[in-house]
């Protein structure tokens, strides 16, 4: 993973925007045992007898459903000699109760996004589905039947137990996970924040199972959990629903333990060093902070977002634009207990790391001499809140947000919290700051500063039923219109009259689907091809950069005041580009559209790619190459992309490996960069399409007028891409020190996605690894416990017959010989055996319920649309494809998985440490600081076409 989505997701503030739809039932007599409770912004709680707390946020704008179920129990809870024991629990679960043995396998069944998840404050299980009140109904009865009639069995912990080792050592592949892990246990000497969520893996191995039945009985309760239902249902059908699914759990008569260990006050900084093979090298800060119920809290938010941000914060003027680093980061752990803030930065190898962490600390501990300005707080302020109008806009984002709201505390702080942004001035933000930003308070980490004696204040925990008691919240917003997902209705709606921009520059192909949506928003992609691969020759390091350094400045705007326009008008902007083909991404409202595609196209166009940044681009390229060369997954798939590769150097198709993509990126020059953006830029082959809220005149005059008059760029051609025949083999790539080894196999198919066996194809694979009922899923992850997470994937080109089927495995090293061993086995018995029809109604009527999903995506359609355009097709393919599937069965789907599957014919690549393949078992390895959610994936959308 990436260190740019790993920051991201630990960052996440479960935030969102406009109005839920108010749903009285003032008319409507509540089932027996049933009480209602506080209602803010149409969300309601009800609470039963026995202590269950049920949240309802109806939402007929999308037709989809959430339901999240909420223990508040996680590694927080754990005593001496339990941690882990929380997460181990979640994994537990899904291994079922007597009526039904397996639960991830019934998920894929019924066409769930299921997953759970723990943290140090709470443990989920939830899951998004296409609504419809039957799933809705049997999802509640298995949270019920879960909840008091888990097995915890002796046999499956022990067949789960290699399970929860891959994972853990997983964790230990990213270094930036392992560091946080250091220095949050260096930070937390007492409390369990402290401690992992994986837990010590002494304790882990050597659980008790009457320890975690307990466990499970004590916390696994009504009277500790909170019950979240969120999009489209009919709130008294569901209200009856759970009454009678729960109301018959008895209120438990236990007394949980009472939580009285409080973190002293920090009296002098600590230091962390970590030394490891490969990635990059990273230092970090740490900070104690309050709670976040408590009032200062978003105030300390939003300024440590402001010092942190990307390019306008101080630590990247202090450090990457002074060359001390490539990139820098900040967040907070937003948590029920006085919790952290956490800064730091990635450098390459040559930069000096003490004088970078020397940078760093003076800065956010120097903020009396350099203030945050005004400024500063409403670009924070203006961000935060697009985040929060867009999660309150997605109804699984906002399950999600509310149930982590609840974990701090009360589900009604996400709606606090909002108010206390929208309230909170320059001065207390500057004053949390230099109270909390102290070098007593600070915890280092290095992947070793100088301290002064300087303490923090005691931080303590908030009343937040007192805080919350009388809170009413705002007035909940208009309804929004309940869009039907069908390729019919999509077809219906959408506008495909494409846009003349005058017989000399062509026209733009356009697809608009106007449509209600919470808070207004809307989904806009646009596209640009150019150029021949012989005019493109030696030029695909340069054509991406160019591609990525576009909103770095124009000829009157720099990169902060582009990435504050953007900001003041809600809208996330991002470009990508390679092999002659140019995508802007747009994520905005009604009122802003026409303006951000404006800005977008000024952009665009009169970028003037200033040479530092194009140092930057660079530095921070480079430095993630060098990170992904030594990783597992990275050098395992470049390892074959090289092999099925026959193209030259200088040929677009290319794959280069990780030494040449370094040389190539540091060889760009800032005029190979801006000749290529004057040569090939332009109109010709444009494409836009738009979903959500919006208004149709007023895009496509934003459009003409930001297209008008450019030139026109030279003609596109699309480089063949041929399937190329190699004679199968194994590479056995050597990873030194890294805990978790990764296993790839590939086979190339002839096979276009618009062949008659492709829907056979995407079935097969389907039923073979992307499931949770599929065959490698079942033998490698469920019956062996050797993989955490095994998958099989097909790929079928829409313009020539040139296709692949993967498998791919994460692993211990010590497992590769078994597991290669094992996924042979799995194929040749699917070969020989075949699916059964059972299989294939029940894989069929999974895949319908996915790809209904994935159409209730607005990202997802507007993608599609896009792609559609280029492709001359509409969703009338996608129609076809969806009656094609319902039209199969099982001797048609073998004979196509005999006539493509070829195990003997595969590519495989298998990377691991060498010393630890040889051992026989993996060494010990220290705990990871974040943990995957066990999910049932969808079907990738956009490669079947949704």
Known sequence: MKLSV??????????????????????????????????????????????????????????????????LVGSRHENYGQTGMAHLLEHMLFRGTP??????????????????????????????????????????????????????????LEAEMPVVRNEMESGENSPFRVLMQKLTAAAYQWHSYGKTTIGARSDVENVDIEQLRKFYHDYYQPDNAVLFVTGQFDTEQTLENIAKAFGSIPKPTRTLRPEYTVEPVQDGTRTVTLRRHGGAPLIMSLYHLPSAASPEYMDLSLGISALGDTPSGQLYKNLV????????????????????????????????????????????????????????????????????????????????????????????????????????????????????????????GLYIPTEKPLRAPEATTVDVAKLVQDYTGKDSGKAVEAFDPSPANIMARTDLQPLSLGKD?????????????????????????????????????????????????????????????FTAMQTQFSTSGSNGRLYLSLSSNRENLPKAIALALDVLRNA????????KYQQAVVTDLKSASTEPAALASQTIERYTNPWPKDDIRYTPSFEEGI????????????????????TGDVAFSAVGDFDKDEVRKALADGLKGWRKAPTYQRPDDPLQTVAPKVFDINTPDKAN??????????????????????????????????????????EDGLSYNVRSQVDASSYEPHGSWTVYAIHAPSNSDKLAKTIDEVLAQTLKD???????????????????????????????????????????????????????????????????????????????????????????????????????????????QP
């Open 505 to 565: 520059l062509g026209e733009v192909k356009m697809a608009l689907l106007p449509k209600g949506t919470r808070a207004e928003r809307v989904e806009a992609r646009l596209s640009f091809k150019f150029g021949s691969p012989d005019q493109l020759k030696n030029q695909t390091a340069t054509a991406a950069a160019v591609a990525s350094l576009l909103s770095t400045g124009t000829k009157k705007l720099n990169r902060e005041q582009i990435s504050d326009q």
């Open 834 to 944: 075949g699916f059964s029809e059972q299989e294939i109604k029940e894989g069929v009527n999974a895949l319908l319920n996915y790809r209904r999903l994935s159409r209730s995506q607005d990202t997802v359609v507007s993608s599609a649309w896009l792609n559609y355009l280029d492709l001359g097709r509409s969703f009338e393919w996608s129609e076809k494809m969806d009656q094609d599937l319902q039209k199969l069965n099982a001797q048609q789907v073998n004979a196509v998985l005999r006539k493509y599957l070829k195990p003997k014919e595969m590519v495989v690549a298998i990377a691991a440490d060498h010393e630890r393949q040889k051992q026989g078992a993996a060494a010990p390895a220290p705990e990871t600081a974040e943990q995957a959610p066990v999910t049932a994936p969808a079907p990738e959308p956009l490669d079947a």
């Open 6 to 71: 790993l920051i991201a997701a630990l960052r996440l503030r479960h935030l969102a925007g406009a109005a839920l739809l108010s749903s009285s039932l003032a008319a409507y007599a509540l089932p027996a045992g049933l009480a209602q409770g506080p209602s803010v912004e149409g969300v309601t709680q009800y609470t039963l007898d026995n202590g269950l707390r049920l949240v309802l946020a109806p939402d007929d704008s999308k037709p989809t459903t959430t339901v999240n179920m909420t223990y």
């Open 663 to 682: 040389e190539r990126v540091q060889a760009v020059s800032i005029k190979q960069v801006r000749d290529f953006h004057q040569k090939f830029y332009g």
């Open 321 to 444: 634009n002074k060359n001390l680093a490539t990139s820098v980061f900040s967040f907070d752990s937003e948590s029920h207990d006085p919790g952290y803030a956490l800064f730091g930065a990635e450098l390459k190898p040559d930069m000096d790391q003490q004088k970078a962490l020397k940078a760093m600390n003076d800065t956010l501990e120097g903020l009396a001499k350099s203030p945050l300005k005004e400024t500063d707080l409403e670009r924070i302020r203006s961000q935060w809140m697009t985040g929060w109008t867009q999660t309150y806009a997605n109804p699984s984002r906002l399950a999600s947000a509310l149930s982590e709201a609840a974990a701090s505390g009360d589900w009604r702080l996400f709606f606090l919290q909002r108010d206390r942004v929208e309230a909170a001035k320059l001065p207390q933000v500057q004053k949390a700051l230099e109270t909390w930003l102290v070098a007593s308070n600070r915890s280092n």
């Open 608 to 615: 003037n790619f200033p040479e530092d940044e194009l140092k």
């Open 741 to 782: 080894a990764f296993y790839l196999a590939d086979l190339g198919l002839k096979l276009q996605d618009s062949d008659a066996d492709f829907p056979a194809v995407y079935l097969a694979n389907y039923l073979l690894g992307l499931s949770e009922t599929s065959r490698l899923w079942n033998r490698v992850r469920v």
């Open 99 to 156: 009526t039904l043995r397996n639960a991830l396998g019934e998920f894929s069944k019924r066409g769930l996004e299921a997953n759970g998840t723990t943290s140090s404050d709470r443990t989920n299980y939830f899951a998004s589905f296409a609504a419809d009140p039957e799933t809705l109904k049997w999802y509640l009865d298995w949270q019920a039947d879960v909840m008091v009639n888990a097995l915890i069995d002796k046999q499956d």
